[in-house]
C-alpha cells in the first residue's frame, strides 16, 4: 500500500485496527479466565498487557506515515475555520499582503525578463562579444569595436569559434510602397545560423553571397513582410530599393526575431558593401562581432587563439594593430540603467512587503493575547509545544498564500500597463513574462513572508506560564506582549524612514533639476531627422542644393518662424566629440581635450533660443571658399582662453583639418546631456561650425544624419505634414524619421527621475499609512487592555491628562527608536540613490529633516486618537470591568 | 530470578521476522510465541508489538489477510513477504556477525590482562 492509499483508506484502516485490538484483547481475556481469573480483573490486565489499547492505536496510525499530512488537513481546516471568524481581520492582512506580494512579484517579472533571462538565441551560454583593445586607454577608453578587415582575418584563421559580424545601417525605402525610413543592417553571411535562427519562409544568406560584386539580396522581417508585401508568400523574389539600390528578398525572418534590442527591417550583406572605408582598418565605420564557441571549445582557448592572432596582425600591419588585442566576453544584452531602476524599485517594494508583514505580526501579537486562553487550554489537553507553533504558523501561512494568490492575479492586470509606463522604453520589454520563476518567486514571497509575521506570535503564544493565562483570562500577558509590540512598531517606523527620506530626496532632485534652464528655449521647437533621396546623395553639388531647397521650402511655410539644419540635436542620443588645441603644437592626440561638435546652418541660434554672448554667428558669407570659422560655449571659452576675449582667436581641431579654425563668437552653454547629466558629463564644452564649410569628401555621411530643426508660431506637432508635404514636392523619396518636439525631449531627460520618484512617493506614503495604521492599532490593543489600571490610577486622583501623558509616552519612545535607527539606514539609502540616480546631492537636510518630521506628525496624530479615547475612560465603568 | 533486560534496538523486528517465518500467524500468538522463544529473559516493551507490526506492513516486509482461526473468529494473520524473508536472511547474518565479534572483542580484552 502507498502512503496515499493510506492515506485514502485511513478510516477503513481505523476499523481493522480496532478489529485486530479486540481480537487480542478477547483472546488474552478467554486465556486468562480459563486460567480462572475473574472476568473483569481478566479483561483489565489483558487490555494492560497490550499497553493501552487507546496508546497503541496511535503508535500504530503514526506507522503509517501519514501523520504529518493528517495533522496539516487539521491545521488547514481549522486554520480556515479562524479566518472566516473574523474575515475583517482577515480582509485586511489579506489585501496588505495582495498588494506587498503583488508588487515585489510585479517587479521580480521585470527584473527576470530584462536582466536575469539570456538572449532569445539557441544555447546563449555559448555565445560571445568580441572587442578590440588598445595598449593606451584615450580619452574614449580602450574598448573599440572592429575593422571589418580585421573581422575577416580573424574568422579566417580562428578554430574555436564560429564568428560573425554586423553593423547597424539604416535609410529609405523607396519600393514598393511609400518611402519610409527604415531600420536595417548588413550581417555576414553566417549570422544568422550563429544565432540559431532560420528564416521563416524563404532562405538564409549564402557565403557565396557575402562579397562585393555578388547579386544583391536582403532579408526582411515579419513586419516588413506584411507591411510592403501584404504578407504574401510571392515576396521571396520579389525586388525592394533600399537607398537607391534594388535587392532581391530571399527570406523572411520569424516575426519574434530581434537583434539584440531592436527590431531590424532589412538584412544586407556586409561583403557587398563596397564604400572604400570598409576596407580601412584605422577609422573605419565600427562592426560589432557575435561568435559562438564550437563543439568543445572553450572560452580560454580563443583567449589564447585569439592573442595568437592579434600578434600576428600587429606585425604586419604595425600601423593600425600596434598594440591591438581582442577580447572575448561572454554575450550579454546591454539594458542601460534600466537595471539600477529596477533595483531600486524592487527595494522599495520589499521594504513595503516587509512593513506590511510587521504591521500583520503585531495585529496577531495582539491577537494573540487575547487568544491566550484558548492556547493554554489547548496546552492543558495535551498540544505539545510544536503542534502549537505549527498550527499558529499554518495560519499564517494560509493567509499569506491567499495574499499571494491574489497578488498574482494582480500582476497578470498590472504588468503590461506598467511596462507601458516605463520612462522611454524598457529594454527587453518583449521578454519581460510571467514563467515558472515568477510563479516560483510568487510562492517562495508568500511562504517566507507567512512565516516571516506568522513567526512571532506563533513562537510566543505556547511559552506562556499556563496556570496564570488559565487563571488571568484574556486580560492577562500585556507586559510581555507590550515590548515585543513596541520592538515591531519601532521597526516599522525605521522601514518607513527609509523610503519617505528616499522620496524626499528623489523629489527634491527632482525640483532643483527642473528648475534648470537647459540653455535651449524648447518651447515650439520640431526636431525631425530627415533623408535626403538617395538619387542626389553621391553628387556633393546636389546635396548642397537640396538641403537649401528644403530650408526655403520649409522657412515658406505658414506658422513657420525659423528653420535650421543641425546635425546633433541637444539632449537627443547621438553625439560627436573632437579633440582642440589652442596652439600649432599638438599634443598626442589621445591626450587632447574633448569638445562636443556640432554642424548647423546660420538660423540655429533662433530657432534654438540660444543667446549670443559675444562676436556674432554663422551668416550665408561663411562658405567653402571662406576662412573656416566656429563659434564656441562659454564652457569652451573659458577651458581654452580662460578670462581673456576669445572672439578672434584660434582653436587648433586635427579632425577638421591642419588649418586652425578662427573663433568668430561666443553662445551661451546648452544642457546637451539634460539637466539632470550635463553637470556630471565628461564633456561638456561645445562649439559650433558652418554645415556650408563641410568638406566635400564628408558631405554624404554628414547628410545621412543632418536634422531639421523648425521653430514653429504654435504647436510645432501641426507642422509635421505641412512640412512632409513641402519638402515630398522636391524628390518622392524623401522622409521624415524621429519626429520629436524639443518639450519632449527635454521631458524624457527627467522621466527616469520622475517615474523613480512617483513609484517611491506612492512607496512612502503607503509605508506611512501602514506605519500610522500599526502604531494606532498597537495603542489602541494595549490601552484597552490596561483600562482596569487606569481606573485604579484615577480612583487615586490621575487627572485624564495624565492619562494621556501615560499613552503617548509610550508611543513616543516607540517613534523615538524607529526614527532613529531609520535615519540611519536611510542614510546608507542616501548612498546608494547618489550613485544611482544623477543629480542626487548628498548632505542636504532639507528631504532628510522634513520627512522625518512629516512621519513623526503623523506618527503623532495616529497616538493621539488611542490616547485620548484611554484618558476618558471613566473610573467607574473602568473599575466594573475589573 | 535475573532482572529482565530490554530488548537491544532494532531486534524486536527481527524477533517478529523469525516467528511469522514459521508460517501466517496472528498477532495474539505472536505475542505468545515472543514471550516463549525469549524465555522471559528479554521484555519486549509494552504496546510495542503491534506498532511495529504495523510498521514492518507498511515496510512490506510482512503482508496480511483476514483468516477465520479454529475457534472460528476473524483474526489478522501476517505472512513474510519475499522482501521479509530476503530481509530477514540479512539480518539474521548481520546479527551473528555482530555476536561473534562482541564476544571476540570481550574474550581479547580479558586475555590481555593475563
Known amino acids: 500500500m502507498t502512503w496515499w492509499q493510506r492515506l485514502r483508506h485511513r478510516q477503513k484502516l481505523d476499523r481493522q485496527l480496532d478489529k485486530e485490538l479486540g481480537f487480542h484483547i478477547e483472546e488474552h481475556t478467554a486465556r486468562l479466565v480459563s486460567d480462572g481469573l475473574e472476568p473483569g480483573e481478566a479483561r483489565r490486565q489483558a ?186 508568400e510571392d515576396a521571396i523574389g520579389a525586388t525592394l530599393t533600399f537607398n537607391g539600390q534594388q535587392y532581391a528578398v530571399v527570406g523572411v525572418l520569424p516575426a519574434s526575431f530581434r537583434l539584440a534590442d531592436d527590431s531590424v527591417d532589412l538584412m544586407t550583406l556586409i561583403g557587398q558593401n563596397t564604400q572604400p572605408v570598409m576596407k580601412a582598418r584605422e577609422s573605419h565605420p565600427r562592426i560589432a562581432v557575435w561568435a559562438r564557441l564550437r563543439e568543445g571549445a572553450t572560452v580560454e582557448r580563443a583567449r589564447s587563439e585569439l592573442a595568437v592572432i592579434a600578434s600576428r596582425l600587429a606585425a604586419e600591419y604595425p600601423r593600425s594593430n600596434e598594440g591591438r588585442t581582442f577580447i572575448v566576453d561572454p554575450l550579454r544584452p546591454n539594458t542601460g540603467d534600466a537595471g539600477s531602476t529596477m533595483w531600486l524599485l524592487f527595494g522599495a517594494v520589499i521594504l513595503v512587503l516587509l512593513i506590511g508583514c510587521v504591521n500583520i505580526a503585531s495585529l496577531l501579537v495582539a491577537r494573540a493575547s487575547s487568544r491566550g486562553r484558548e492556547m493554554a487550554v489547548r496546552v492543558a489537553l495535551g498540544a505539545g509545544r510544536g503542534r502549537l507553533v505549527r498550527q499558529c504558523l499554518t495560519e499564517s501561512v494560509v493567509l499569506a498564500l491567499i495574499g499571494g494568490v491574489l497578488g498574482t492575479l494582480l500582476v497578470f492586470l498590472t504588468l503590461r500597463p506598467f511596462i507601458s509606463l516605463w520612462p522611454g522604453s524598457l529594454p527587453r520589454a518583449q521578454e519581460v513574462q510571467i514563467d515558472w520563476r515568477v510563479f516560483a518567486f510568487a510562492v517562495t514571497v508568500s511562504l517566507m513572508s507567512g512565516l516571516l509575521f506568522g513567526a512571532v506570535p506563533a513562537l510566543r503564544a505556547p511559552a506562556q506560564e499556563l496556570e496564570r493565562s488559565l487563571r488571568a483570562g484574556s486580560r492577562a500577558l500585556v507586559g510581555g506582549s507590550r515590548r515585543l509590540q513596541s520592538i515591531l512598531i519601532a521597526s516599522e517606523l525605521a522601514l518607513a524612514v527609509v523610503l519617505l527620506v528616499s522620496a524626499g530626496i528623489l523629489g527634491s532632485t527632482f525640483l532643483r533639476l527642473s528648475a534648470l534652464d537647459p540653455g535651449v528655449e524648447t518651447r515650439n521647437v520640431l526636431v525631425t531627422r530627415l533623408a535626403l533621396s538617395p538619387s542626389v546623395v553621391t553628387d556633393p553639388a546636389r546635396i548642397r542644393a537640396d538641403w537649401q531647397d528644403i530650408l526655403d521650402r520649409a522657412r515658406a511655410l505658414p506658422g513657420v518662424r525659423s528653420v535650421a539644419m543641425v546635425d546633433t540635436v541637444p539632449m537627443r542620443e547621438g553625439n560627436n566629440q573632437l579633440g582642440y588645441w589652442t596652439s600649432s603644437a599638438l599634443p598626442p592626440r589621445t591626450e587632447l581635450p574633448l569638445s562636443l561638435a556640432s554642424s548647423v546652418t546660420p538660423d540655429y541660434l533662433d530657432v534654438m533660443g540660444i543667446e549670443l554672448r559675444a562676436g556674432r554667428f554663422f551668416d550665408v558669407n561663411d562658405r567653402m571658399d571662406s576662412q573656416p570659422v566656429i563659434v564656441i560655449d562659454e564652457v569652451l571659452a573659458r577651458r581654452a582662453f580662460g578670462d581673456s576675449w576669445a572672439v578672434g582667436r584660434q582653436l587648433w581641431i586635427p579632425d577638421m583639418g591642419p588649418a586652425p579654425q578662427q573663433v568668430i563668437g561666443v553662445v551661451a552653454h546648452v544642457r546637451y546631456w539634460g539637466v539632470a547629466d550635463d553637470d556630471p558629463a565628461q564633456v561638456r564644452a561645445q562649439f559650433y561650425y558652418p554645415f556650408a564649410q563641410v568638406p566635400d569628401l564628408l558631405l554624404r555621411r554628414w547628410s545621412e544624419v543632418m536634422s531639421v530643426a523648425v521653430r514653429t508660431e504654435n504647436a510645432p506637432l501641426g507642422i509635421v505634414e505641412p512640412l512632409r508635404r513641402a519638402i515630398r514636392t522636391t524628390a518622392r523619396d524623401q522622409v521624415l524619421t524621429e519626429i520629436r518636439t524639443m518639450d519632449q525631449l527635454a521631458e524624457a531627460t527627467l522621466a527616469r527621475h520622475r517615474f523613480l520618484l512617483v513609484l517611491i512617493g506612492a512607496f512612502a506614503g503607503t509605508a506611512l499609512l501602514l506605519a500610522c495604521i500599526g502604531i494606532y492599532g498597537v495603542l489602541a490593543f494595549l490601552s484597552r487592555q490596561r483600562v482596569p489600571e487606569f481606573g485604579v490610577r484615577m480612583a487615586l486622583g490621575a487627572d485624564p491628562s495624565d492619562i494621556l501623558r501615560l499613552v503617548l509616552r509610550q508611543s513616543i519612545g516607540m517613534i523615538a527608536v524607529g526614527v532613529t535607527v531609520g535615519s540611519l539606514l536611510a542614510y546608507g539609502t542616501e548612498h546608494l540613490l547618489e550613485r544611482w540616480v544623477s543629480g542626487v546631492q548628498l548632505g542636504d537636510p532639507v528631504p532628510f529633516v522634513s520627512m522625518v518630521a512629516i512621519l513623526i506628525g503623523a506618527a503623532l496624530t495616529a497616538s493621539v486618537i488611542p490616547a485620548r479615547k484611554a484618558s476618558m475612560t471613566s473610573p467607574v465603568t473602568a473599575l466594573r470591568q475589573e | 530470578m535475573t532482572a529482565k533486560s530490554d530488548l537491544p534496538q532494532g531486534t524486536l523486528d527481527l524477533l517478529i521476522l523469525k516467528i511469522v517465518a514459521g508460517g501466517p500467524v496472528h498477532g495474539y500468538a505472536i505475542a505468545q510465541r515472543l514471550q516463549q522463544v525469549s524465555r522471559d529473559v528479554v521484555q519486549a516493551p509494552q504496546g510495542s508489538l503491534y506498532p511495529a507490526l504495523h510498521r514492518l506492513e507498511n515496510r512490506g516486509l510482512l503482508d496480511a489477510v483476514w483468516k477465520e482461526t479454529e475457534s472460528g473468529r476473524e483474526a489478522k494473520f501476517y505472512r513474510l513477504t519475499k522482501k521479509g524473508r530476503i530481509q530477514l536472511e540479512a539480518e539474521t547474518a548481520s546479527w551473528q556477525r555482530l555476536t561473534e565479534a562482541v564476544s571476540l572483542i570481550l574474550n581479547l580484552s580479558e586475555g590481555g590482562l593475563r
Open chain 1, 47 to 232: 487490555r494492560i498487557a497490550v499497553g493501552g489499547p487507546e496508546q497503541v492505536k496511535e503508535s500504530c496510525r503514526d506507522a503509517r506515515g501519514t501523520r504529518w499530512l493528517e495533522d496539516l488537513w487539521q491545521d488547514l481546516r481549522y486554520a480556515l475555520r479562524t479566518i472566516r471568524q473574523q474575515p475583517g481581520f482577515a480582509a485586511v492582512v489579506v489585501l496588505t499582503l495582495a498588494w506587498g506580494i503583488g508588487s515585489t512579484t510585479l517587479m521580480f517579472t521585470v527584473l527576470n525578463g530584462v536582466l536575469f533571462k539570456p538572449f532569445p538565441y539557441r544555447s546563449p551560454e555559448r555565445l560571445l562579444s568580441l572587442q578590440e583593445k588598445t595598449a593606451k586607454a584615450t580619452q574614449f577608453g580602450d574598448l573599440w569595436a572592429f575593422s571589418y578587415p580585421n573581422f575577416l582575418d580573424v574568422r579566417s584563421a580562428v578554430r574555436s569559434i564560429d564568428s560573425a559580424a554586423w553593423r547597424h545601417t539604416g535609410g529609405t525605402m523607396s519600393q514598393p510602397g511609400e518611402a519610409e525610413y527604415i531600420l536595417s543592417c548588413e550581417i555576414s553571411a553566417e549570422f544568422l545560423s550563429i544565432l540559431g535562427i532560420s528564416p521563416m519562409i524563404g532562405r538564409d544568406f549564402t557565403s557565396q553571397e557575402d562579397q562585393a560584386g555578388a547579386a544583391p539580396v536582403a532579408l526582411i522581417s515579419d513586419s516588413l513582410w506584411k507591411r510592403k508585401f501584404g504578407g504574401r
